[in-house]
T-cell receptor
Framework: AQKITQTQPGMFVQEKEAVTLDCTYD???????LFWYKQPSSGEMIFLIYQGSYDEQNATEGRYSLNFQKARKSANLVISASQLGDSAMYFC??????????????FGKGTKLSVIP | DAGITQSPRHKVTETGTPVTLRCHQTENHRYMYWYRQDPGHGLRLIHY???????DKGEVSDGYSVSRSKTEDFLLTLESATSSQTSVYFC??????????????FGQGTRLTVV
């Protein structure tokens, strides 16, 4: 079974500072993918960044980067130069094979990030 | 934006009544998922489908059933609604998670209240 753990229910960061949101995962698969989603107060789910298990380099998308440490099974999201609009819930998710030719997408419980002016 | 529509967007129903939520996509994606979102629990997978008439259970499937008779529609049915099923329900679609870097696209959510 796959599991995603986000240990920080809530975090605060000063505007323009960098922040790291933690995510650890557990899977027995060798091939898997890790995703981060943002959910603002309006409720929609917004895809941010993806990291494949075989990717040697950490993924980056603008101000978002994924600190992937495979041996430690961690996939932390780093947001640089925080903005007020970054205040939201952030979810880490993992795609892994679930048998019978199908894949599941499993989410963590989320971290609520608040950016302070 | 991915073409994915959930209906209804809001619903209030009474305990013991059956309820069906609909997810409709125009992307011809293979995978469709139903999640529920509750405070402190994140998104939990209820059921998912990896093709027409191909479905499987997620971690919180008790009390729910699904059907997918055509590619574009994935229905979630609460057979006899209970107050514990009060939640926000999200549908998601994905072309194929076997393909690298294929994210899931989400619907706008359905807020269900069981009274």
């Amino acid at each position: 079974a796959q599991k995603i753990t986000q240990t920080q229910p809530g975090m605060f960061v000063q505007e323009k500072e960098a922040v790291t949101l933690d995510c650890t995962y557990d899977t027995s698969d060798q091939s898997y993918g890790l995703f981060w989603y943002k959910q603002p107060s309006s409720g929609e789910m917004i895809f941010l960044i993806y990291q494949g298990s075989y990717d040697e380099q950490n993924a980056t998308e603008g101000r978002y980067s994924l600190n992937f440490q495979k041996a430690r099974k961690s996939a932390n999201l780093v947001i640089s130069a925080s903005q007020l609009g970054d205040s939201a819930m952030y979810f880490c998710a993992m795609r892994a094979y679930s048998g019978a030719g199908s894949y599941q997408l499993t989410f963590g419980k989320g971290t609520k990030l608040s950016v302070i002016p | 934006d991915a073409g994915i529509t959930q209906s209804p967007r809001h619903k209030v129903t009474e305990t013991g009544t059956p309820v069906t939520l609909r997810c409709h996509q125009t992307e011809n994606h293979r995978y469709m998922y139903w999640y529920r979102q509750d405070p402190g629990h994140g998104l939990r997978l209820i059921h998912y489908s990896y093709g027409v008439k191909d479905t499987d259970k997620g971690e919180v499937s008790d009390g729910y059933s699904v059907s997918r008779s055509k590619t574009e529609d994935f229905l979630l049915t609460l057979e006899s609604a209970t107050s514990s099923q009060t939640s926000v329900y999200f549908c998601a679609i994905s072309e194929s998670l076997a393909v690298r870097n294929t994210e899931a696209f989400f619907g706008q959510g359905t807020r269900l209240t069981v009274v």
